[in-house]
C-alpha cells in the first residue's frame, strides 16, 4: 500500500495571482499614472493630484502593474548612477572573457550595450551625446568659407 503524502497547505489566492496584467489601455487612468509615474519626477501624491484621483488610488494601480512608488523613485533619482554602476558590471564582465568570447561578442553586437548605457547616462547628467564641438566647429568653417566666397 502506498504511503500518502502529507497534503500541502492551500495557499489562499488573490484576485492578483489568478489575474494576467496587462497593458493598461490608452486613455484610461491608469495608463496616466504609469505614464507619470515613470517618465517624470512625480510623486504618488503630485499624480494623484494632477490626474484628479485619489492617492490610494495612485497607490493601487502601481501595486496593481508590480510598481513600487519607492524603489521607483529612487531609480528615477539616481538613475544616471544606477546606468553607470551598470556600464561598470558589462566591463568588468567583458574584461573577464576570454579572447575568443570577446571576438564572438564583437562580432554578434560590438559594444553596442555599453554604447548604449554611456549615451543614457550622459543624458541624464545633461551632458552631451555627440561630438557637438566637432559639428560646432564644422559650421564655422562652412560659415567662414561662405562669407570670404562672397567677399570675392
Not at 513600487?68 to 529612487?74: G, P, Q, V
Request: with cysteine; hydrophobic share 25%; charged share 35%.
Amino acid at each position: 500500500m502506498k504511503e500518502k503524502k502529507p497534503k500541502k497547505p492551500k495557499k489562499r489566492r488573490t484576485k492578483w495571482d489568478t489575474q494576467t496584467i496587462r497593458k493598461p489601455r490608452k486613455g484610461t487612468k491608469a495608463e496616466a499614472i504609469l505614464t507619470l509615474t515613470t517618465s517624470t519626477s512625480a510623486t504618488p501624491p503630485q499624480i494623484a493630484d494632477q490626474i484628479n484621483v485619489s492617492n490610494q488610488c495612485v497607490h493601487d494601480t502601481l501595486k496593481r502593474y508590480g510598481i513600487d512608488a519607492n524603489t521607483t523613485e529612487t531609480f528615477k533619482n539616481h538613475r544616471a548612477d544606477i546606468l553607470a554602476a551598470a556600464q561598470a558590471r558589462d566591463l568588468k564582465l567583458y574584461q573577464e572573457l576570454d579572447d575568443d568570447e570577446r571576438k564572438r561578442l564583437i562580432s554578434k553586437r560590438g559594444m553596442v550595450d555599453f554604447g548604449i548605457l554611456y549615451d543614457k547616462e550622459r543624458l541624464e547628467r545633461g551632458q552631451s551625446t555627440g561630438n557637438i564641438h566637432q559639428i560646432t566647429d564644422l559650421i564655422k568653417r562652412v560659415q567662414t568659407q561662405d562669407s570670404q566666397e562672397e567677399e570675392e
